[in-house]
């Protein structure tokens, strides 16, 4: 593929003569000779001071936003949008992509719904995957990832894999650093969804306007012309995200109690799981979703509209949502003991935790137990919220650590107990979940939120192995 090729599109023209492009990348230290260095702009450098690296290394072109100071001996290629040019290129270095791509946003519910359309589509005959914060899923398995939203780069390249496995039919999810710093702009979704919204990660973004603004781009600038978006009615904030969809043409699928494409008339727990009857385009439905909390019906019912609006029949998509597994660590119940149930949950945020502890309440004949924390290096301004809404909604409440990272531990623990009146502090996390199942009773809920899936703490800069799930079921097994 040509520079020319490349850059199609991002106002940029180079001089014609410039050699094949072997690759791109991102970060000067991974520049093979032949690729075509991407200078970005980042929170701690700009790319562009690490051209001569890229350039020792073999880079026979750079694109950037910015000029580099002297020469650099390759041609630097200047374009308006940096991010969004190495997206785009990301999509044609790595192509053929998979044909059907849908995204899901939202605060909460993204990595939920992204593994329902999966099963979904699973469900109906069709080879799918699933990217988000668990990695690459695919029938096969799990091929961990770090981010979210990877980096385009990343991002296409798992897409052309999946591509090559004969899978066409890819959600993903897109978060909302994703969306702002444009590593989902070589896609075009089919389909699109918005769960709900509410306050994460402002320490990047800076207020909520601005949070919003990121999660709209999927709507306003990443969905194909007229394609569907589904749209979580029930929330609060779903407004702004109806009307993007109507302003761009789409046809408008809502979903929820005050949906009209699926409207939810009645959940009913059914043991741990729930009794749903929705209404869909005139028909009443009825099935057993297996799965614990009422958030969990909104995030099977915006897949099952995803998966429907991508060509699966709906004789399919709702006996599917009985067969749906709850993605790992999203309100997982890991063991009964002593007549109490534990469950590990990924509420890490205010909203999050106020949902998980609603959802356990009715299973609570005795008492409903927390052991959470507050991961270090994010948006403080939720420590003192989870705090608040733990006390509020549990009887008993321990704050331990989450991954405090390069913070002091001890000052985490001490913004969340200064909104948790009555609380304990066991910063060992260990010790938090031993202590806590230990004083387990009969008809008692324990939930350990924050981590969910993950299998380590991070102290400082150094990733311990941890799991809470492996921790519950030592201490309830010993
Ligand atoms: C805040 C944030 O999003 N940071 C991302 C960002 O880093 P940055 O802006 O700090 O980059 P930087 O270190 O200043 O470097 C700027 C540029 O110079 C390049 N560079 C740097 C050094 C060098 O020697 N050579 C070089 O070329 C870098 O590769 C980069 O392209 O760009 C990097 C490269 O793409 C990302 O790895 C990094 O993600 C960090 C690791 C991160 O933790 N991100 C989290 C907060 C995140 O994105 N989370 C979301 C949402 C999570 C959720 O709620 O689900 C996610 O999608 O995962
Ligand atoms: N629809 C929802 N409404 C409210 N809370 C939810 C919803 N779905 C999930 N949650 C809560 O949020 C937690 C994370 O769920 P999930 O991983 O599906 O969301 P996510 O948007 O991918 O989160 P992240 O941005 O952290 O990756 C769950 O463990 C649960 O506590
Ligand atoms: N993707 C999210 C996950 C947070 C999980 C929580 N355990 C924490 O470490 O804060 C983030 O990086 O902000
Ligand atoms: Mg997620």
Redesign the pocket.
């Known amino acids: 593929m040509s520079v020319t090729q490349l850059l199609e599109g991002s106002g940029a023209r180079p001089k014609k003569g410039l050699a094949t492009v072997f690759g791109i990348h ?4 991974a520049i093979e000779p032949g690729d075509v ?1 991407f ?9 562009i001071e ?1 051209i001569d ?2 350039v020792k290394r073999g880079a026979l072109a750079v694109v950037s936003d910015r000029d580099p100071v002297g020469d650099p001996g390759v041609p630097v290629i200047k374009v308006a949008d940096v991010r969004a040019a190495y997206a785009r290129a990301a999509s044609r270095i790595f192509d053929p992509q998979p044909e059907i791509i849908v995204a899901v946003t939202g605060t909460n519910g ?1 990595t939920s719904v992204a593994s329902f359309t999966r099963q979904i589509w699973e469900y109906a005959g069709i080879a799918a995957g699933s990217i988000g ?1 668990l990695g690459v899923e695919t029938r096969r398995g799990l091929r961990e990832g ?4 990877p ?1 385009s780069r990343a991002l296409h390249q798992n897409l052309r894999a999946l591509k090559a496995q004969g899978i066409n039919h890819v959600a993903l ?1 897109a ?4 969306l702002e ?1 444009r ?1 989902l702009d070589g896609c075009y979704f089919e389909a699109v969804a918005f769960t709900n919204l509410n306050r ?2 402002l320490d ?1 973004h800076g207020d909520m306007d601005a949070y919003r603004n990121a999660k709209l781009r999927l709507f306003t600038d990443l969905l194909v012309d007229s394609g569907p978006a589904v749209v979580n009615v029930d929330d609060p904030e779903h407004e702004p995200f109806m009307f993007a969809a109507l302003s761009r043409g789409s046809t408008l699928l809502t979903v929820g109690r005050e949906g009209a494409y699926i409207e939810i008339l009645s959940i009913e727990p059914e043991g741990y799981g729930q009794r749903v009857t929705v209404r869909h385009i005139g028909e009443k439905l009825s099935f057993l979703l297996p799965l614990t909390g009422e958030f969990q019906v909104s995030n099977a019912l915006i897949a099952a509209a995803l998966a429907m609006s991508t060509g699966v029949d709906k004789k399919d998509a709702f006996p599917a949502l009985e067969q749906l597994k709850g993605a790992k660590g999203r309100l997982e119940l890991v063991g009964e003991h002593k007549g109490a149930a534990v469950f590990v949950d990924y509420s890490h945020k205010p909203a999050a935790l106020e949902h998980a502890l609603m959802s356990l309440r009715p299973y609570a004949k005795g008492k409903l137990r927390v052991v959470f924390g507050a991961g270090g290096d994010r948006d403080k301004g939720k420590r003192p919220m989870m705090g608040e809404v733990a006390a509020r909604l549990a009887d008993d409440v321990i704050v331990t650590d989450d991954n405090p990272r390069t913070e002091d531990a001890g000052t985490i623990r001490g913004e969340i107990l200064a909104a948790a009146k009555g609380a304990r502090e066991i910063g060992d996390r260990r010790k938090a979940i031993e202590t806590a199942v230990g004083e387990l009773k009969n008809g008692d809920v324990l939930l350990i939120a924050g981590k969910g899936h993950e299998d380590y703490q991070i102290i400082g800069t150094t990733k311990h192995h941890f799991s809470d799930h492996e921790v519950v079921v030592e201490t309830i097994g010993g």
């Open positions: 991102s970060d000067s230290r260095f200078a970005l702009p980042g929170l701690n450098t700009h790319g690490h690296e890229a993204k914060t770090s981010l979210t939203t980096d999810e978060s909302s650093h994703g710093q590593r994460d990660h990047y």
